[in-house]
C-alpha cells in the first residue's frame, strides 16, 4: 500500500486551509474565462444569465468548498 507517514506532520487546519485556497485558485481561473468562451454555440438572442457556466462552476466550487470546511 501508499506510505503516507509524511504526511503525519500536517495538521488538519493547515490541509484544509490548502484545499480552500486550491478551491479559491480554480475560482478565479475560471472568472478569468472569456465570456465568448462561455457562451459558444449559443446565439446572442438566446443567451441566458442561466447558460453562464461560470456561475454553475462557482456555484459548485461554493457548495465543495463549504462541505470541506464543515467537515
Known amino acids: 500500500m501508499f506510505n503516507f507517514d509524511w504526511l503525519s506532520g500536517v495538521s ?10 486550491l478551491y479559491a485558485v480554480i ?6 474565462l472569456p ?3 462561455i457562451y459558444e ?3 446572442k438572442e438566446d ?6 457556466l ?3 462552476s462557482i456555484a459548485v ?10 467537515f
Open 41 to 43: 454555440g449559443i446565439p
Open 12 to 21: 488538519q487546519e493547515n490541509a484544509k486551509m490548502v484545499f480552500l485556497s
Open 61 to 70: 466550487l461554493c457548495i465543495l468548498a463549504s462541505i470541506y470546511n464543515h
Open 47 to 52: 443567451r441566458h444569465w442561466w447558460n453562464n
Open 27 to 32: 475560482g478565479i481561473l475560471v472568472m478569468l
Open 35 to 37: 465570456t465568448e468562451y
Open 54 to 56: 461560470k456561475l454553475w
